[in-house]
């Protein structure tokens, strides 16, 4: 069945490059998401990119979507302390109706 | 400009008692959903609701009923809570059919014992 695949935890120190990845099987996917949770908070939106499309960037936030080998991956540039959170990868899909389906998140650890 | 509201953030049941818990947006969205989110198993989809008067069954839907009278509000009942429903509920709201993404509410924290 569909599924969306992520890493559990990845740590970093303060100023480095953050590289997330995800990979996901439906290969009817029509948008991919990123969102970030922070503790005790719902999840906020941070990016989207539409599934023809290769790199969409915004601000210290790169995403990287390889269709072929269904793996996307979020870049987030000079990672400061406040970055630390969870993130997750979601796919939108065409099922007949569409779908949107989780990773289970990647806990981010930024280092000072 | 709240967005999404959760009503409880928290709530502790016993075992066979019954609750709902309220969510509200003010972004006049058409879709509205419940996920509940356990550790290391990411979101999973409960129940949703494509415009007011219409409910339809997701992934996880046993145990739980919805309502949506009225287009802002979408409810999510539990007739008799299981220990197996002790988790963080999430509502979230989109519109059309979400392309753009979905905001979500806080959570409701339940604790089922």
């Keep these: 069945g569909e599924d969306v695949e992520q890493s559990l935890f990845l ?4 100023g480095d490059s953050s590289v997330i990845n995800c990979t ?8 991919l998401y990123w969102y970030k949770q922070e503790p005790g908070a719902g999840l906020q939106l941070l990016t989207y990119i539409f599934s023809n499309m290769d790199m969409k960037q915004d601000q210290r936030l790169t995403v990287l979507l390889n269709k ?10 000079d990672t400061q302390t406040g970055d630390s959170a969870i993130y997750f990868c979601a796919e939108r ?14 806990r981010l650890f930024v280092k000072a | 400009n ?25 972004m006049n ?20 609701s494509v415009g007011e008067g219409t409910t339809a069954k997701g992934e996880v839907p ?27 509920y999430f509502c979230a709201s989109s519109s059309l059919q979400g392309d753009y993404g979905y905001t979500f509410g ?6 089922v014992v």
């Design chain 1, 11 to 14: 740590s970093v120190r303060e």
């Design chain 1, 24 to 31: 996901y099987t439906d290969s009817s996917s029509t948008y």
């Design chain 1, 68 to 77: 072929k080998d269904k793996h996307l991956s979020l870049r987030i540039a």
């Design chain 1, 93 to 106: 899909y065409d099922t007949g109706g569409f779908k949107t389906i989780f990773g289970a998140g990647t």
């Design chain 2, 2 to 26: 709240a967005g999404v509201t959760q009503t409880p953030k928290f709530r502790v049941l016993k075992t066979g008692q019954s609750m709902t818990l309220l969510c509200a947006q003010d």
């Design chain 2, 29 to 48: 969205h058409e879709y509205m959903y419940w996920y509940r989110q356990d550790p290391g198993m990411g979101l999973r989809l409960i129940h949703y």
């Design chain 2, 62 to 88: 046993d145990g739980y009923n919805v309502s949506r009278l009225k287009k802002q509000n979408f409810l999510l009942g539990l007739e008799s809570a299981a220990p197996s429903q002790t988790s963080v």
């Design chain 2, 106 to 111: 806080s959570g409701t924290r339940l604790t």
